[in-house]
């Protein structure tokens, strides 16, 4: 983690669905550079402030600012002009393109001429095409999914589809990397694995990462930072260690199924 500036500034921010309030006055940041973690029990509010950030919802309260730029009516698929890029809770891939053509689709925010155009080779297109290509077999590369380069996405094992989606973000080249638990339903192997890619992309690429998960066990080895919501409430927030020493936290945790100590 370098430097310590706010990269994800969040202030006061409120969403209330009917009589049902998902988040009640949230303020938290993302340092430049850092892995953050949003934590909670079941039903805490984390989704949902996921969907904020990224434009699906829009705050009943509050302000959302990107690298100093507030976002409050910035449409979602805009925000990816701001930097932001995310992976979703239930993977959300063109089933039936190829692990290429979906990190292809992934890069749209950066083509000049359209996303049918350049997945269908059209005219001036195919040579800003292989340009973008070859950043997208970057990624490839650096995800290890070589080999499933040409497969179609949705016949993949599952942690392959999820790392796909990794992909398709990371060709946006966000700034911030917004990712609703990426372990889920994972085993322990492909859990390590997208571990290890996600403390890559931070190390290596440079890109801010905030993200949603349950698995404390990943939480806590890859976070710099942690933000625990109870209630749609900011419960606590600081380093791993502050947090699993917490007691504020452990006690709502005990409560919930998952328990603090899943253990890996
Ligand atoms: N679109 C919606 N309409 C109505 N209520 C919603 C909507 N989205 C979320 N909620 C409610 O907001 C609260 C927070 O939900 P949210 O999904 O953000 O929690 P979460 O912490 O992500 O939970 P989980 O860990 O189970 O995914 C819950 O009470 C949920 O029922």
């Known amino acids: 983690m370098n430097g310590s500036s ?97 990190l292809m689709v992934g890069r749209h925010s950066r083509l000049n001429y359209g996303l049918l155009a350049s997945i269908f080779y059209l005219g001036k297109a195919r040579a800003e095409e292989t340009r973008h290509r070859e950043r997208v077999e970057d990624i490839i590369d650096f995800l290890n999914l070589s080999p499933y380069r040409h497969q179609i996405a949705g016949h993949l094992p599952y942690g392959v589809q999820k790392k796909v989606e990794l992909g398709r973000a990371l060709a946006a080249e966000p700034e911030l990397l917004l990712l609703d638990e990426p372990m889920a339903g994972m085993n322990l192997e492909e859990t390590e694995d997208m571990a290890r890619s996600i403390l890559d992309i931070n190390e290596e690429w440079g890109v801010t990462v905030f993200l949603v998960e349950h698995d404390m066990g990943v939480v806590m080895d890859i976070s710099d930072h942690v933000v625990v919501l109870d209630f749609g409430r900011v419960l606590a927030s600081g380093t791993p260690e502050a947090i699993q020493n917490n007691p504020k936290v452990i006690s709502a945790y005990l409560g919930d199924d998952d328990g603090l100590y899943k253990g890996r």
């Open 6 to 102: 706010a990269l994800l500034e969040i202030k006061e921010v409120s969403l209330t669905f009917k009589n049902v309030a998902a988040l009640s006055r949230v303020s938290c940041s993302v340092q430049k550079g850092s892995i953050s973690s949003l934590i909670g029990p079941n039903g805490a509010g984390k989704t949902s402030m996921l969907n904020c950030i990224s434009g699906r919802y829009t705050p009943t309260k509050g302000k959302i600012s990107m690298d100093g730029r507030e976002l409050s009516g910035v449409p979602a698929h805009k925000r990816t002009g701001f930097g932001l890029a995310r992976t979703f809770q239930n993977i959300a891939l063109f089933r039936g393109l190829s692990v290429l053509d979906n």
